[in-house]
């Protein structure tokens, strides 16, 4: 089975979080976890995220640390990903040396090309649909997908609304990774791993 989800955090971690992540990962479906938490102090951070590496090594999902590359370099994560606003490029890629970048590219070409210049491991685009994550979110349409399909080499990540309904269109596209994170930690008729299962 092809492993094409990238999994994020919800927004909060309570202590229940970590059996459904258990459990979220045991269908073998995900590739990516990504720690995304913006509220947070950073030693409680360091504490919850020692916690999940321990579950994604467990499952050998790779675990990716959101915008903080001296975090991911001290907890030996599998690498970090970052948006525009996170800081240099140059300086994350120094640190993480043989680590995972991913970078943030919207609906740009030219960001996208800036990724491939500055060593990224994968590229990630979106946001393709309303998302609850960042409902104020740039739109992003199909096209770019068609573009990086043909001029990119790495591994396309998609993000935005992503759901049972419309992931297969973003893969038929061009997309490698479906970055996905409300359906399943916030979905209203489906428990975490239940939601998982829907995509194949």
């Not at 999994?7 to 970590?18: Q, V």
Request: net charge positive.
């Amino acid at each position: 089975m092809k492993k094409l989800v990238y999994l994020i955090s919800p927004n909060k971690i309570n202590n229940k979080f970590y059996l459904d992540l258990d459990k979220v990962l045991s269908h073998k479906n995900v590739s990516f976890f990504q720690l995304r938490l913006k509220k947070i102090k950073k030693n409680s951070l360091f504490k919850v995220a020692n916690k999940i590496k321990k579950i994604t090594s467990k499952h050998k999902v790779k675990f990716i640390i959101n915008d903080n590359f001296i975090l991911a370099s001290r907890i030996k994560a599998d690498g970090c990903h970052m948006g525009q606003e996170d800081g240099s490029f140059k300086i994350a890629r120094r640190e993480l040396k043989n680590k995972i970048l991913g970078i943030t590219c919207h609906n740009s070409k030219t960001l996208a090309k800036n990724a491939i210049i500055n060593k990224a491991d994968y590229l990630a685009f979106g946001s393709f649909y309303n998302s609850k994550l960042k409902p104020k979110a740039k739109k992003t349409n199909l096209n770019i997908l068609r573009w990086a399909k043909k001029n990119i080499k790495k591994p396309i990540v998609v993000i935005g609304g992503i759901n049972n309904l419309n992931y297969k269109k973003l893969i038929n596209s061009g997309a490698k990774y479906i970055a996905i994170s409300s359906f399943i930690w916030d979905n209203p008729n489906l428990k975490p791993e239940l939601a998982i299962k829907k995509f194949r």
